[in-house]
């Protein structure tokens, strides 16, 4: 079946640790997004990508990281100096253009020990 | 800056009512609003899609409406089951491929 699939499901994080968080998608989408969810709070931009080997900051990119190698990879790097990583993580797709629907994997949570 | 409000924050209904959530946009320039359901602990599904040139869209028991004008839209759910409980945000499409989310509603249907 077409989706996305995001790994792990729950990662734990060390003080001082960069952690990297997969996302996969064989829904041959264009445009791939990485958004944070926080308890009681809506979904905020981290970084999105509309092209392989192209991504552009979103709302809230500091002490985050990208790559977009492939069409139906986008990994997201969370490094140490993101002070408050305690967080749900949500990888999303859309084939193109601001007129379909936007698909979403099952989430990571990342907390920090 | 494009802020989405929902109203209200959490509701609570019986099996059977009929109920209304609301979302509210503060910039009328969007290409469309899409309504998404979360289960605790979830990704986000979507639920129903309006483009900006439409007036509303239904699947099943869901009616969505958006008046673009007066920078609102509601979720209308019919004969609410216990399996409709869940967090329903509402989210508009704002840029190429940017959205921009509500924080929700957090619904509780009892049996």
């Known amino acids: 079946d077409g989706g996305i699939t995001q790994s792990p499901k729950y990662l734990f994080r060390k003080e001082g640790q960069n952690v990297t968080l997969s996302c996969e998608q064989n829904?041959?989408?264009?445009?791939m997004y990485w958004y944070r969810q926080d308890p009681g709070q809506g979904l905020r931009l981290i970084y999105y990508?509309?092209?392989?080997?192209?991504?552009q900051k979103g709302d809230i990119a500091e002490g985050y990281s990208v790559s977009r190698e492939k069409k139906e990879s986008f990994p997201l790097t969370v490094t140490s100096a993101q002070k408050n990583p305690t967080a749900f993580y949500l990888c999303?797709?859309?084939?193109?253009?601001?007129?379909?629907?936007?698909?979403f994997g099952e989430g990571s949570w990342l907390t920090v020990v | 800056k494009q802020e989405v409000t929902q109203i209200p924050a959490a509701l609570s209904v019986p099996e059977g009512e009929n109920l209304v959530l609301n979302c509210s946009f503060t910039?009328?320039?969007?290409?469309?609003l899409q309504w998404f359901r979360q289960d605790p602990g979830k990704g986000l599904t979507s639920l129903l899609l309006?483009?900006?040139?439409?007036r509303e869209q239904t699947s099943g028991r869901l009616n969505a409406s958006l008046d673009k004008s007066s920078g609102r839209s509601t979720l209308y759910i019919a004969a609410s089951q216990p399996g409709d409980s869940a967090t329903y945000l509402c989210?508009?499409?704002?840029?190429?491929?940017?959205?921009?989310f509500g924080t929700g509603t957090r619904l509780l249907v009892s049996p």
């Open positions: 999303a797709s859309i084939v193109g253009g601001s007129g379909n629907t936007i698909y």
């Open positions: 829904l041959n989408h264009d445009a």
């Open positions: 989210a508009v499409h704002k840029g190429f491929q940017k959205l921009v």
């Open positions: 309006i483009q900006s040139s439409q």
């Open positions: 910039d009328s320039a969007i290409y469309n």
């Open positions: 990508s509309q092209i392989v080997n192209d991504f």
